[in-house]
Each structure stands twice: as structure tokens, then as C-alpha cells.
């Protein structure tokens, strides 16, 4: 049975979009099963559409507090019985019983190198702090923002007279491979969150997967 996806998105979606066309041209076996926003106008809700998928915004404003928002977010998600919730630019956070619930079936990713960079204006901080290398971490979702267990990373240089426009480009532009490669180790079995912190291939892993420039694990 290939793995259900549901995916969460408040933007554009071209993370969606890449899941989308792996999945279209055969290079990964998963399902996507839907996908919900916080964000009635979000680009990502088209994508699904246009690939013939349920696709759902359920609004804050709608709701007393975050925990009635999270509540019927989730528990919408949950009727459609997701393997993986792949939170694919949701911008929004999550209260911590969500999380707690879904340990283990609930990926994030996120445009810096965890742990640096949590939050968002990502790409300006890498810039103001003159770091050579900046990226994009794939991580399971945890109470703590952005600081669950890194499953995968991708790196990008920093340029001489890049600002946040161009180095934001060159990351998304890995981003794509990287939430690929771990959704097909993901949907394989390979990896796995254990009590300890991230398993692959059985074994507790002491780093992160590194996406190499052939769009692989190193
Ligand atoms: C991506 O760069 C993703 O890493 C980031 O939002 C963008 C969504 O792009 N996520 C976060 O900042 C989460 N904290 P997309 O809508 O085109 O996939």
C-alpha cells in the first residue's frame, strides 16, 4: 500500500507541487490523500484541486482559540486517515497536544540548517549572520518549534551579493529533492522516530541525512 500523505500548506505550494510530480512520474510511491490550509487565498489549495484532491481551509478567525482551530484542523485531517501529515510551508504554530498525539507521523520543512535559524525570516538571519552555508532540514514535528528530531538536511552556499530573494531560491531549489529523498525512505520503511531519535535502516542515526548533489543520501 503506498504511504497516505496529508499535506498542510499556508502558501504557494511548491512543495506540494514537487510531491505531486514525483508521485505523477512514478518516482515515488505515495498518496496524496489531501490537503488543508489555515489560509482560504493559499496556492496550495489550487495545486490539490487541479490534481483532483479534496482540499480544505479551515480559518482561525473561525474559531474561539487555537485549541478549538487545532481541534477541527486535526481532526478533519484524521478522517482521512493519513500514514504521514507533511507540514509543507504551514506557517502557522500548533499547540503541543497535536503533536504529542501524532508523534512519529507528522514531518516538517523548514529553510535553515536546524538548529540554527528556527522561526521564520530565515534566509535574512543566515545573511546578517555571514554564515558560509545555509539549507533546509527536514524534521519530525515536536511540542518545541522547528526543534524536533532532524530526519535530513540539504546544503546550499552563501554567495558573495546574495540577499534573501536569491538565497531563498537556491534553497527552495533543494528543498524539492530533500522532502522527495525522505518521503521515499520514509514510505520504504527506512526511517523511523523511536523514543532515542530518529532510526534508519534499524539503527539510531547519530547525524542527519545529507542530500548529496546526485538527489540521494549521501
Ligand atoms: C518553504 O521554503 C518552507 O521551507 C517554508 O515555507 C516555504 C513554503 O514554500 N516553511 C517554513 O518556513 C516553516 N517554518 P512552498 O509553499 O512553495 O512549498
Redesign the pocket.
Known amino acids: 500500500m503506498p504511504l497516505r500523505i496529508a499535506v498542510l ?1 499556508s ?6 507541487q514537487a510531491i505531486l510530480d514525483a508521485i505523477a512520474a512514478g518516482t515515488l510511491d505515495a498518496e496524496v490523500i489531501g490537503a488543508w490550509s489555515d489560509r482560504k487565498d493559499a496556492q ?1 489549495l489550487v495545486r490539490a484541486r487541479d490534481a483532483g484532491l479534496q482540499a480544505r481551509a479551515i480559518r482561525p478567525r473561525d474559531f474561539a482559540d487555537r485549541a478549538a482551530h487545532d481541534a477541527a484542523l486535526f481532526d478533519a485531517l484524521d478522517a482521512a486517515e493519513p500514514d504521514l501529515i507533511v ?5 502557522r504554530l500548533i499547540g503541543a497536544g497535536v503533536m504529542t498525539a501524532r508523534a512519529g507521523r507528522m514531518i ?4 535553515s540548517l536546524l538548529p540554527d535559524f528556527k522561526g ?1 525570516h ?1 534566509h535574512q538571519r543566515a545573511l546578517d549572520a555571514g554564515v558560509p552555508e545555509h539549507g ?1 532540514s527536514v524534521h519530525y514535528v515536536t511540542a518545541e518549534l ?1 526543534g524536533g528530531p532532524v530526519v535530513a538536511q540539504a546544503r546550499v552556499p552563501v554567495l558573495p551579493g546574495d540577499d534573501a530573494g536569491t538565497l ?1 531560491a537556491r ?2 531549489g533543494r ?1 524539492h529533492p530533500l522532502l522527495l529523498e525522505t518521503l521515499r525512505w520514509i514510505a520504504a520503511g527506512r526511517v523511523r522516530l523511536h523514543e532515542d531519535g530518529v532510526h534508519v535502516d534499524g539503527q539510531r542515526a547519530a547525524a542527519p541525512l545529507q542530500l548529496a548533489a546526485t538527489d540521494r543520501f549521501a
Do not use: F, K, Q, W
Not at 502558501?11 to 506540494?16: I, K, S
Not at 516538517?108 to 529553510?111: A, C, E, K, M, T
Open positions: 500548506a502558501g504557494r505550494g511548491t512543495n506540494l496550495a507540514c509543507a510551508g504551514y506557517m516538517n520543512i523548514h529553510p521564520l530565515t533546509a522547528d531563498s534553497v527552495l528543498e
